[in-house]
């Protein structure tokens, strides 16, 4: 079993739709990070918090608004999506922020725009 | 040219064979990271090393910081192997946290 979990696990959504990914992980880690992946590609970087606040946002389109509550949940909220934006979205954690952090990966939501 | 290259792109294994992936790569780093993912999507992390040579199961992991390579060894292959394997290096002077990403060997081990 994962020690970072991700909710739901598949979404269908409208180009209309609001809705919202969700991360929690219970580990005492205190940076959290959303990434994108589409098939056959390394996941790419969107967003990192660290201590809760943003510390990095890879340039990622306003339709995408993270948001991170408290030290264990991580949320994106996800508005008026493009079809380009179908993919899976993986969060993951690690002690503190750093490159040389081992960082522990959700299963994923994968994600179908229509 | 990416800056992290791994190789092969596809291997295809019999149960038993010992496996080597490759990954080299062009920047300095703080760190290497080796990466498992299955077709399910979710991702695990196997090493970090930052120099020498790691251990775990029948996995082994070995950096040369000098060469800027790093393989990832299985030895008796099974079937249960079966996954892509991605290396992804922390880069000095990169965003903190940010992973530069190497594109992934898909292996396949037939029983």
């Known amino acids: 079993d994962t020690e970072v979990t991700q909710t739901p696990k598949h979404l269908v959504m409208g180009m209309t739709n609001k809705k919202s990914l969700k991360c929690e992980q219970h580990?005492?880690?205190?940076?959290m990070y959303w990434y994108k992946q589409k098939a056959k590609k390394p996941p790419e970087l969107m967003f990192v918090?660290?201590?809760?606040?943003?510390?990095i946002n890879e340039s990622v389109p306003s339709r995408f608004s993270p948001e991170c509550p408290n030290s264990s949940l991580l949320n994106l909220h996800l508005h008026a999506l493009q079809p380009e934006d179908s993919a899976l979205y993986l969060c993951?954690?690690?002690?503190?922020?750093?490159?040389?952090?081992?960082?522990?990966f959700g299963d994923g939501t994968r994600l179908s725009i229509l | 040219k990416n800056e992290v290259e791994q190789s092969p792109q596809n291997l295809t294994a019999q149960e038993g064979e010992f496996i080597t992936i490759n990954c080299s790569y062009s920047?300095?780093?703080?760190?290497l990271h080796w990466l498992q993912q299955h077709p399910g999507g979710g991702i695990v992390s196997l090493f970090m090393l930052s120099s020498g040579k790691k251990k775990h199961g029948r996995l082994i992991a070995t950096i040369n910081i000098q060469e800027k390579h790093s393989s990832l060894h299985i030895t008796a292959s099974h079937p249960r192997d079966s996954a892509v394997y991605i290396c992804a290096v922390g880069h000095y002077g990169g965003s903190q946290g940010n992973l530069i990403f190497g594109k992934g060997t898909k292996l396949s081990v037939k029983p």
């Open positions: 920047v300095g780093i703080s760190a």
């Open positions: 580990m005492g880690h205190r940076a």
């Open positions: 993951a954690s690690s002690q503190d922020l750093g490159s040389n952090q081992p960082q522990h």
């Open positions: 918090y660290s201590y809760e606040k943003l510390s």
